[in-house]
T-cell receptor, first 114, second 113 residues
Framework: DSGVTQTPKHLITATGQRVTLRCSPR?????VYWYQQSLDQGLQFLIQ???????AKGNILERFSAQQFPDLHSELNLSSLELGDSALYFC?????????????FGPGTRLTVL | AQSVAQPEDQVNVAEGNPLTVKCTYS??????LFWYVQYPNRGLQFLLK??????LVKGSYGFEAEFNKSQTSFHLKKPSALVSDSALYFC???????????FGAGTRLFVKA
């Protein structure tokens, strides 16, 4: 158990809908990273927050947004969902904002868009 | 462009034999290199990392990896494979001044009893 929690574990929704994925980092970790894992794209970095502020942005679509709250938990919002958004979404956390640090991954949220 | 390559989709090895999972990278400047393992329906678990210093890095569960700058490689090794090592292995890289970690496509390791 990495200490990173993600809810829900599974999410099934329809095209055009909006969903929110939640992540609680390990105790003491200030950075949260979001990744998307799909069969065709592999593991893709979406976005990083550090202590409440956006730190880095990767291949995140404009339909997607995220935030990190004062208690350091983070939410990833996915809107106007398309079939291609079906994937496993991982959250990871680390102590600092440096990429030298080890990232600890949550169990993921499996999103299915029908 | 920055990239990480894992040239083998799958590696098969018999239990008790040594295993190697290959990784090469292409990043600017000094790389930070990582190996993660993913078991079915689980998140990625950290195995080991190279930041600086000794080229041979030892990690969890008896795994080790050797950083080879001239060959831009960071192969994962274990002297004696276990059936329980069967999983999906990811190599990842980032670099000084970079803003994201780049993951390879993954290599499925199958250890046969």
């Amino acid at each position: 158990d990495s200490g990173v929690t993600q809810t829900p574990k599974h999410l099934i929704t329809a095209t055009g809908q909006r969903v929110t994925l939640r992540c609680s980092p390990r105790s003491g970790d200030l950075s949260v990273y979001w990744y998307q894992q799909s069969l065709d794209q592999g593991l893709q970095f979406l976005i990083q927050y550090y202590n409440g502020e956006e730190r880095a942005k990767g291949n995140i679509l404009e339909r997607f947004s995220a935030q990190q709250f004062p208690d350091l938990h983070s939410e990833l919002n996915l809107s106007s969902l398309e079939l291609g958004d079906s994937a496993l979404y991982f959250c990871a956390s680390s102590v600092s904002d440096s990429l030298r640090g080890t990232q600890y991954f949550g169990p993921g949220t499996r999103l299915t868009v029908l | 462009a920055q990239s990480v390559a894992q040239p083998e989709d799958q590696v098969n090895v018999a239990e008790g034999n040594p295993l190697t999972v290959k990784c090469t990278y292409s990043v600017s400047g000094n790389p930070y290199l990582f190996w993660y393992v993913q078991y079915p329906n689980r998140g990625l678990q950290f195995l080991l990392k190279y930041i600086t210093g000794d080229n041979l890095v030892k990690g969890s569960y008896g795994f080790e990896a050797e950083f080879n700058k001239s060959q831009t490689s960071f192969h994962l090794k274990k002297p004696s494979a276990l059936v329980s090592d069967s999983a999906l292995y990811f190599c990842a890289a980032c670099y000084t001044g970079g803003f994201k970690t780049i993951f390879g496509a993954g290599t499925r390791l199958f250890v046969k009893a």
